[in-house]
């Protein structure tokens, strides 16, 4: 999974107004086509025309987003927050709308074929998000899995660079913006209750418990340093042994002691007024978890389905194909089952296996220390074998990390973080060591490949790597390509002769059959109106995973509908198109050549890679 909230792709996406911009399968059939008859130099202009607006745009999302431009590495606006306000969201919209106007200006029929798809990629983005204004309030931008009250520790730990003096001074800045910028956070809260959408009950006691771990520790109490505190002085530290303009003792202390005042006086003041606010929202919050129980819910969750998968398929369709899904993947375990020999029924076997010690880790320092050096060696390991799956490999490194004690309670159990533009900053994959039953040793390998490689890593970081395309189409997000690419990548692994323990094969079709539940259960949620305890029954019922994984999971899908959906819709699709592939190719396909076409267009619908696909394969059948 991505960390926007990524989770930072969905972070990303929101922060580029392109969280509700997941484009559908409904593309003009003529945007990838030219014109012969056209002159050269009329096709040239306007692929200028088309090629100077791209960038334009991408240039504005970025500009309104501070916190965009951090995550990117850029060093310009470090002292800022983002502006939640609804009038910036206005000017967003009024953005759109004229830039909408000035691409439609362009006649695209005489575009070559790379323009061709750009325009029709920044077309459907610039729509969907003008249709998905209506939407703006139909989220809970505070939440156990995100939010501005864990993205502000999240930003400055992981993404806040302090190479110099100015970069240091801008964050003790960003303390003590926190205050307004949380006003703006409770202003959305109420806009968002004004208008009958408040989160369910549960999630209060996780983003208050949250928000109190950041304001833990010194300077608040007598104690160990606070997390923030202990970030800022390791960098302060880091800067004063650097080989070039080394900071001053004098300069250190009086940077430490500002961010102490400003974590005092501006963190803890803030934190404190987001607590109260959400306690008061807690007393009228409900039990119903389902999006239905908003205002037009039904119809904001079928909107939100064909964002997430790029199809046009029903939550019907959906929790129907999760249903043949699981009962397919169950069957595929049952072979593993009798292969190592257990005597008993499958449910039984997944009991086993939930409960043994021996695929757990101990829940100390050294269990989770062995988790993350054993899940760096997978990656290494993998990394070693590219070349027999990719023409291309990408140039930013990735790294492995536990989540952070702040935020480990609630976060979810793995996700990515994009690298650096500049690729200074490697990838990280985040592996969620709070709870070491919910990270079982069989499921270590597969979690790895996902989030690492040949997962998330190879795709993101290739894709910001790319030339030759516009910018916004290396950081635009398409949830069913990225994380159907993810849920891929564990599978892969396995035909050059990974998982050769049964049981980690076992684990792979264990992380399989959690994304075809989730088909089900996200559906059942938010469209057949299924209580939260149903969803977790139903997890516990036909998955091996730990109880708190199940509830983890189901408190996510009642956050993020249809978020989860794009897993499972998104990998059967590129395993359909490989395997039409290899049948019409026979010994000409060539597997690199085919993750090349997926990999090599940056995120992209769903229906568009299979448009690349299929030229490919005409292409080599000629």
Not at 78 to 85: A, Q, V
Not at 338 to 353: A, E, R, T, W
């Amino acid at each position: 999974m991505l960390k926007l909230p990524e989770f930072r792709l969905f972070r990303i996406t929101l922060l580029l107004s392109l969280s509700l911009l997941m484009a559908a399968c409904g593309a003009s059939e003529n945007a990838g086509q030219t014109s012969t008859a056209a002159p050269v130099a009329e096709t040239l202009d306007a692929n200028q025309q088309a090629n100077e607006l791209f960038e334009k745009v991408f240039t504005e999302w970025v500009d309104r987003s501070p916190e965009f431009q951090t995550a990117l590495g850029r060093s310009t606006n470090m002292d800022k927050w983002d502006d939640l306000s609804e009038a910036f969201a206005l000017e967003g919209l009024d953005l759109d709308r004229k830039n909408l106007t000035a691409l439609q200006a362009i006649d695209a029929s005489q575009l070559d074929p790379a323009t061709a798809l750009s325009y029709e990629l920044m077309e459907q983005n610039l729509q969907r998000s003008i249709d998905g204004f209506e939407w703006r309030l139909h989220n809970y931008p505070v939440n156990q899995m995100f939010g501005s009250h864990s993205n502000v520790p999240d930003l400055l730990i992981n993404m806040h660079r302090v190479t110099n003096i100015e970069a240091a001074q801008a964050y003790v800045a960003r303390l003590q913006a926190v205050p307004a910028y949380f006003k703006q956070v409770i202003d959305g809260l109420n806009r968002r209750a004004d208008a009958g959408i408040i989160p369910p009950k549960f999630v209060f006691a996780h983003v208050i418990r949250d928000c109190r771990n950041v304001i833990k520790g010194a300077p608040f109490e007598v104690g160990k340093d606070s997390t923030l505190l202990a970030d800022f002085k390791g960098k302060l530290e880091a800067l004063q042994t650097a080989e070039e303009n080394p900071l001053s003792e004098a300069d250190a202390n009086r940077l430490l002691l500002a961010a102490s005042r400003a974590l005092e006086k501006s963190v803890k003041p803030a934190y404190e007024a987001l607590i109260s606010a959400l306690s008061e929202l807690e007393a009228r919050a409900t039990i119903d978890d389902g999006i239905w129980k908003v205002p037009e819910g039904e119809r904001f969750y079928e909107f939100a389905l064909q964002r997430t998968t790029t199809t046009d398929m029903t939550a019907e369709e959906i929790h129907q194909l999760g249903l043949d899904e699981v009962a397919r993947i169950h069957d595929e375990m049952r072979a593993i089952k009798d292969q190592v020999g257990y005597n008993g029924n499958l449910k039984s076997f997944m009991s086993f296996v939930r409960n043994a010690d021996q695929f757990v880790y101990p829940n100390t320092p050294e269990g989770k220390a062995r988790y993350l050096s054993e899940a760096t060696a997978l990656i290494e390991t993998m990394k070693g074998r590219l070349d027999e799956l990719f023409l291309r490999l990408p140039k930013a490194d990735i790294n492995v990390k536990a989540v952070e004690p702040f935020r480990e309670q609630s976060a979810g159990k793995a996700f990515y973080q994009r690298p650096s533009e500049d690729g200074s900053r490697p990838g990280l994959y985040y592996a969620n060591l709070y709870d070491m039953e919910a990270m079982p040793t069989y499921q270590m390998e597969a979690l790895a490949y996902h989030e690492g490689v040949p997962g998330h890593h190879m795709q993101i970081a290739i894709a910001m790597e790319l030339e030759g395309i516009p910018t916004f189409r290396k950081f635009v997000g398409y949830t069913a390509y990225t994380e159907g690419w993810g849920l891929y990548s564990e599978m892969v692994p396995k035909e050059i002769g990974f998982y050769s323990d049964p049981y980690s094969d076992f684990g792979r079709l264990a992380m399989e059959l959690w994304r075809a539940c989730r088909l089900v259960v996200d559906t059942g949620i938010h469209d057949k109106k299924w209580t939260r305890q149903q969803g977790i029954d139903y997890y516990v019922n036909n998955t091996p995973n730990a109880v708190s994984d199940a509830v983890k999971m189901v408190e996510r899908h009642i956050v993020m509908p249809s978020q989860a959906t794009a897993y499972k819709v998104g990998m059967l699709k590129i395993w359909q198109l490989r395997e039409a592939a290899k049948q019409s190719l026979g010994d000409k396909f060539d597997i690199r050549e085919f993750h090349d076409e997926v990999l090599k267009y940056g995120p992209v619908p769903l229906n568009v890679v299979q448009r690349n696909v299929e030229a490919w394969v005409a292409s080599k059948g000629a």
